[in-house]
């Protein structure tokens, strides 16, 4: 019997990966939102659920600690790795990553300072434009940047733009849509292929219903 682990995205994109994961037939044997275990059996012999940070979710996949994984293009677009094909867009959590500015305020000239978790995304995002950045890492509440003078703008994913608007910014410059992807490890794909092409497949099939 293959052995087929998948790494998922906790948060919002595992609130919408399990109804998809269920119409392709794959369901955890418990709760996962009533434990805090993070490995799952499910209902598939051999297939098991790992329940990840986004951001690790490539890392598992790329060194074939997972075979599978499901996370959002942001994660992607900054991890940048090798090691994983990404065969599908699941249409699910779907969000923009934009530059957002304090509302009314014109555009910054000179060297300006940018606050964000995506640090590669903003890089190559700043030299195509031929615009001088410094670029400051940050882990949450990229908001809070402008508003103290941390930074002129920030790199940020945006849904509603609620979040942005109760903090007296808006959006600028759109930068890519965001949906979750599917990832397969690229030796997974060769040694494991039956199975992991009757994921896929099954999986493109609840995507498109
Ligand atoms: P919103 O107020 O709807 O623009 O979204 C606010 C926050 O939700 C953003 O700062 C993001 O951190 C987060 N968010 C939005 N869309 C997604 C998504 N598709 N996946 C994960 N987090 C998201």
């Known amino acids: 019997m293959t052995q087929i682990t998948l790494a998922l995205t906790k948060g919002r994109i595992l609130k919408e990966t399990l109804p998809l994961l269920k119409k392709a037939g794959i369901e955890p044997v418990e709760d996962i ?23 690790d979710v490539p890392t598992y996949v ?23 094909y990404e065969p ?30 995506y640090i590669n995304v903003a890089r190559r995002f700043y030299a195509e434009q031929g615009r001088q950045a410094d670029l400051i890492k940050l882990y949450g509440a990229m908001e809070l940047a402008p508003i103290l003078d941390l ?18 910014l808006e959006t600028r410059d759109h930068i890519a849509d965001i ?9 997974a794909f060769k040694t494991k292929f039956n199975a992991i092409q009757s994921i896929v497949n099954s999986l493109s099939k609840s995507v498109s219903i």
Do not use: W
């Open 151 to 168: 930074a002129h703008e920030i790199v940020d994913i945006v849904d509603t733009g609620n979040t942005l608007k109760a903090n007296g």
């Open 88 to 117: 599908l867009d699941l249409g699910i959590a779907r969000c923009q990553l934009m530059t957002a500015v304090p509302k009314g305020v014109s555009s910054h000239n000179g060297r300006l300072r940018v606050a964000t978790k």
């Open 179 to 187: 949906s979750a992807r599917l990832i397969v490890n690229k030796a």
């Open 33 to 55: 939102f009533a434990s805090r275990k993070l490995v799952f059996p499910t209902t598939i012999k051999g297939t098991r659920l790992l329940i990840l940070r986004g951001s």
């Open 62 to 84: 790329q060194f074939g600690a997972a075979d599978i994984g499901i996370a959002g293009k942001d994660v992607l677009l900054e991890d940048q790795g090798d090691g994983y």
